[in-house]
């Protein structure tokens, strides 16, 4: 409004610049309140009244027509400043509902349990999201510490709903059930009742006990990366490819257990294929078998947050994908008797 003003005392009444002082409420409707636009158009208005009194337009109907431009587009510009301010404070109040979804759904894992250290990371591929189709848990059982990490085929509330009933199903039978295969067939129970057609859930499980070793149950989902102190790493897979949860009816193979060495000093990093499938420009998938010098980092969610920011700087931009991971950290004697005892349970 300022230059409008400046460019119509300079060039004279001839030049016609005396309706562009509107593009003052004009832009405040855009970005400020409705007081704030309201303001701007009074202010507009006056601005207007006074170069039309002093170039001497009201005799014509010009001057009128730059005073009505004026109104018009403040009237316009206050509704839509109030209609914005409403539907920011509904998606205040759907974001707030999110946050507390997520917390129900992904409640937080144990940052310890025994003798491991455990940190998880999550990331929606929707910016604004806090949620979607990857799923993990973390449950203290009669038997040891037992894991489930997933990815719901789709996305949207569907893929979240799913989420959720492989969860509660983990959460009960991980505590109650003898064995994983028992965990596991009651998690596809529990998915069968709830799914429709040809969805379905790609899931690995675990389970750590006493023995120096991990069992692991696959259900078609990226087998784990186990890094070794001495720098080696791997990729134990199952003894035989398996079919996701929700799709093991069609055939009596069901998914064998298998034994990983695990003792301290040994890591398991858990991840779902938007880690593994990642892209860079040229279509490299992310090579996280050689970022597992990212996992030395003293404290397990620096090591996790090491690996995400990598992975984000691979794809050079936001993920496609949702990307979960979980690291479970075997504790040596020597990091125990320093680092352990202060961890909470």
């Known amino acids: 409004m300022a230059v409008v003003t400046a460019v119509d005392l300079t060039a004279g009444p001839g030049v016609g610049f005396l309706p562009l002082v509107s593009l003052g409420p004009a832009f405040a409707g855009l970005v400020g309140g409705w007081r704030r636009t309201a303001l701007a158009g009074l202010t507009a208005f006056v601005l207007c009244l006074g170069l039309g009194v002093y170039n001497g337009v009201y005799e014509s109907r010009r001057g009128l027509t730059a005073l009505l431009s004026v109104a018009g587009v403040t009237a316009a510009g206050v509704v839509a400043a109030v209609m914005r301010q409403r539907r920011e404070a509904e998606l205040a109040s759907v974001r707030s509902i999110a946050e507390v979804a997520q917390r129900v759904l992904l409640r937080p894992v144990p940052r310890s349990a025994g003798p491991l250290r455990i940190a998880v990371s999550y990331t929606s591929a929707l910016a604004e999201a806090r949620i979607g189709g990857d799923l993990y848990e973390v449950v203290t059982s009669p038997a040891g510490v037992r894991i489930i990490v997933g990815d719901v085929q789709g996305k949207g509330l569907e893929a979240v ?151 984000v700087e691979h794809a050079e931009g936001p993920l496609h994908d949702d990307a979960a991971m979980l690291l479970v950290r075997y504790r040596d004697e020597h990091s125990a008797g320093t680092a352990g005892s202060g961890s909470p349970a």
Not at 233 to 257: D, I, K, M
């Open 161 to 311: 709903e799913s989420a959720a009933v492989v969860l509660g199903a983990f959460r009960e039978a991980a505590y109650d059930e003898p064995d994983l295969p028992a965990v596991g067939e009651r998690v596809e129970r529990a998915l069968n009742r709830h799914l429709s057609g040809e969805r379905f859930v790609t899931a690995v499980l675990a389970e750590i006990g006493d023995g120096p070793h991990a069992t692991l149950l696959n259900y078609g989902h990226p087998a784990p990366l186990v890094v070794r102190p001495a720098g080696t790493v791997g990729f134990p897979a199952p003894p035989e490819r398996s079919l996701p949860l929700g799709l093991t009816w069609h055939t009596a193979n069901t998914p064998l257990p298998y034994q990983v060495p695990f003792s301290p000093g040994d890591q398991l990093l858990f991840y779902t294929d938007g880690v593994s499938e990642a892209r860079d420009a040229a279509g490299r998938f992310y090579p996280l078998d050689d970022r597992a010098a990212l996992l030395k980092e003293a404290d397990p969610e620096a090591a996790l947050r090491a690996v995400r920011e990598d992975l």
